[in-house]
T-cell receptor
Framework: AQSVTQPDIHITVSEGASLELRCNYS??????LFWYVQSPGQGLQLLLK??????LVQGIKGFEAEFKRSQSSFNLRKPSVHWSDAAEYFC????????????FGAGTRLAVHP | GAVVSQHPSWVICKSGTSVKIECRSL??????MFWYRQFPKQSLMLMAT?????????EQGVEKDKFLINHASLTLSTLTVTSAHPEDSSFYIC????????????FGDGTRLSIL
């Protein structure tokens, strides 16, 4: 069965520090992978996606993610975190192909210290 | 960018009442809409997929008679929680897409439902 695992429930970093959020997936075919961000009490905003091609994908707000098939991972990175990045981050796989039938990980809550 | 409006944003009601949540795509035609449920500090769980003019497809374990979904137009889908009880309290989020798998889902801001 398809699944997404985000090992870190809560991460705290200092403003200006680098960030890496981990994501592992289980999917039988070529995965469609996504990272979303959710601010408190709001819906989700797409940060970036991987469908095919270059395994290092760039997203909005300075985020990037690298698809590693051998490790079944799609970790999210940002070189320098801003206080406004504090939010909940969800990794997801498109189980129905593309954006269809998204299966989300449990999420990682990011706190940023000034 | 594409905007999805969800209404109401917050509702409190008594046990036994029915609650309707609306999801509207404001600037595109949403062939497909999705309804998710999110428990506190947990992930989103897909409840159902609705295609305009068709019956919704419910995920395993979701009671279709409890959570009625209507997608009568290309810009509006509704989720009705019938005879709501405290265990139905949750954050409900909709998303909408033009329908093709390479088109992103655009999410509403969610509805917080509290049943007393």
């Amino acid at each position: 069965a398809q699944s997404v695992t985000q090992p870190d429930i809560h991460i705290t970093v200092s403003e200006g520090a680098s960030l890496e959020l981990r994501c592992n997936y289980s999917y039988g075919a070529t995965p469609y992978l996504f990272w979303y961000v959710q601010s408190p009490g709001q819906g989700l905003q797409l940060l970036l996606k991987y469908f095919s091609g270059d395994t290092l994908v760039q997203g909005i707000k300075g985020f990037e993610a690298e698809f590693k098939r051998s490790q079944s991972s799609f970790n999210l990175r940002k070189p320098s975190v801003h206080w406004s990045d504090a939010a909940e981050y969800f990794c997801a796989v498109g189980a129905g192909g593309g954006y269809n039938k998204l299966i989300f990980g449990a999420g990682t809550r990011l706190a940023v210290h000034p | 960018g594409a905007v999805v409006s969800q209404h109401p944003s917050w509702v409190i009601c008594k046990s036994g009442t029915s609650v309707k949540i609306e999801c509207r795509s404001l600037d595109f035609q949403a062939t497909t809409m999705f309804w998710y449920r999110q428990f506190p500090k947990q992930s989103l769980m897909l409840m159902a997929t609705s295609n305009e003019g068709s019956k919704a497809t419910y995920e395993q374990g979701v009671e279709k008679d409890k959570f009625l979904i209507n997608h009568a137009s290309l810009t509006l889908s509704t989720l009705t929680v019938t005879s709501a009880h405290p265990e139905d309290s949750s954050f409900y989020i909709c998303s909408a897409t033009p329908g093709q798998s390479n088109q992103p889902q655009h999410f509403g801001d969610g509805t917080r439902l509290s049943i007393l």
